[in-house]
T-cell receptor
Framework: AQKITQTQPGMFVQEKEAVTLDCTYD???????LFWYKQPSSGEMIFLIY??????QNATEGRYSLNFQKARKSANLVISASQLGDSAMYFC??????????????FGPGTRLSVLP | NAGVTQTPKFRILKIGQSMTLQCTQD?????MYWYRQDPGMGLKLIYY???????DKGEVPNGYNVSRSTTEDFPLRLELAAPSQTSVYFC??????????????FGEGSWLTVV
């Protein structure tokens, strides 16, 4: 079963508008972290925002906010006031403890966002 | 601010050749990872390590080997390269614990083509 689901392979948004990228996750561990990464065409992975499973408030980082709905196991990324430079692949990821030792980072398939002028 | 450094950035291999992707990190992270990313897809874990001398298989380990002799270095060895190993490879590192500070940090990626 997929641990991270991103149901939108591609999204378009008009410049200066807001956009929501969907992410649902599956875990039975009560302690986990949720992340969003941006991957521009140059290929590097850029950390955007983090939400811990015990955090009461939704995370925000500048124009990025994370709409965390724990009961629904949903961690959607909201980008406000989209810019042309936001065009990229966006990956949702989850960190959870491993059974034996260490931690596991699992990534979703990604959503390609295109910002239109 | 080196972070995670991986080399080479680009490489073309012939079928059956072998090579090593080098990875080093200067953040004193305990955990290190190798992922591969096929075109238009997400990242799949090849191998990971929780410390020097300790490695374990991830989701797609076949055709690869790793070693972790020091905290800093985590090379990935490709033996008998096959076209199915054409991919972008990312080395990454993290520290144990919760919080945004324990996120995973990536190298810039290595583009490998097997012909």
């Amino acid at each position: 079963a997929q641990k991270i689901t991103q149901t939108q392979p591609g999204m378009f948004v008009q410049e200066k508008e807001a956009v929501t990228l969907d992410c649902t996750y599956d875990t039975s561990d009560p302690s986990y972290g949720l992340f969003w990464y941006k991957q521009p065409s140059s290929g590097e992975m850029i950390f955007l925002i983090y939400q811990g499973s015990y955090d009461q408030q939704n995370a925000t980082e500048g124009r990025y906010s994370l709409n965390f709905q724990k009961a629904r196991k949903s961690a959607n990324l909201v980008i406000s006031a989209s810019q042309l430079g936001d065009s990229a692949m966006y990956f949702c990821a989850m960190r959870e403890p491993r059974d034996n030792y260490g931690q596991n980072f699992v990534f979703g398939p990604g959503t390609r966002l295109s910002v239109l002028p | 601010n080196a972070g995670v450094t991986q080399t080479p950035k680009f490489r073309i291999l012939k079928i059956g050749q072998s090579m090593t992707l080098q990875c080093t990190q200067d953040m004193n992270h305990n955990y290190m990872y190798w992922y591969r990313q096929d075109p238009g897809m997400g990242l799949k874990l090849i191998y990971y390590s929780v410390g020097a001398g300790i490695t374990d298989k991830g989701e797609v380990p076949n055709g690869y080997n790793v070693s972790r002799s020091t905290t800093e270095d985590f090379p990935l060895r490709l033996e008998l390269a096959a076209p199915s190993q054409t991919s972008v490879y990312f080395c990454a590192s993290s520290n144990p614990g919760q919080g945004a500070g324990n996120t995973i940090y990536f190298g810039e990626g290595s583009w490998l083509t097997v012909v």
